[in-house]
């Protein structure tokens, strides 16, 4: 596979992962910035739902296997007090979503046979259809919530990084917080119109 180039809109920042300062405003909103939050970055490996299932998180499968500590990158982005964000009983939401979009599809399949049951012989719909349909729409729709990016990751947006992970590519929502950042770390990021894509 030949790479080609992927050009953007909006011109993007490549800016040193290790050097990378955020203005002290809310990239959502433009406000003064007043609280600090944690965008983890999420690598190439594969991600679990729940921290617990991931060997690389679990300190005694780690020790029993070998593996290394991992080196958690976050990026420190300062935002204002109506957009705080932290991840914490996200995990254990979203799991329950996943339970319920399960029972869900059950449901839906008992209203499915319903509904043939009651076209096969020639009967009105029974009202249980439209229950179990409106339960799986409930349903689907929680979760659709649920694992939307919040409005810190639209606003700030992880792009890739480079071969070596020194540099990361962002991506800013609002144009004048972009010039911000740049002005921020002008010794050490730069604007970035087309990257390298592989070609899948």
């Known amino acids: 596979m030949s790479p ?3 050009y953007f809109d909006n011109p993007i920042v490549r800016v040193d992962l290790s050097r990378a300062r955020f203005p002290k405003i809310c990239p959502i909103c433009g406000a003064r910035a007043i609280l600090l939050s944690r965008m983890t970055i999420v690598t190439g490996r ?6 617990e299932w991931d060997p690389y998180y679990s300190p005694y499968v780690r020790r029993k296997q070998g593996i290394p500590q991992p080196t958690l990158k976050v990026l420190p982005i300062q935002v204002c007090a109506n957009h705080y964000y932290t991840d914490e009983g996200e995990d254990r939401y979203k799991s329950l979503c996943l339970i319920v979009d399960g029972l869900a ?3 839906m399949f008992f209203g499915l046979l319903f509904l043939g049951d009651s076209i096969s012989r020639g009967r009105p719909i029974s009202p249980w259809v439209t229950v179990f349909t409106a339960i ?3 349903s689907m729709f929680m979760t659709a919530i649920a694992f939307r990016p919040n409005a810190l990751a639209r606003a700030v947006r992880i792009i890739g ?7 990361i590519l962002l991506a800013f929502k609002s144009n004048s917080y972009r010039d911000e950042f740049i002005k ?9 119109r087309w990257i390298l ?4």
């Open 161 to 167: 990084f480079d071969a070596g992970m020194q540099n």
């Open 105 to 107: 599809m059950a449901f």
């Open 46 to 51: 594969t991600q679990y739902l729940r921290r």
């Open 184 to 192: 921020e770390n002008s010794m050490h990021s730069e604007l970035v």
């Open 4 to 6: 080609k180039k992927h």
């Open 136 to 138: 799986f729409a409930i």
């Open 197 to 200: 894509k592989a070609d899948t």
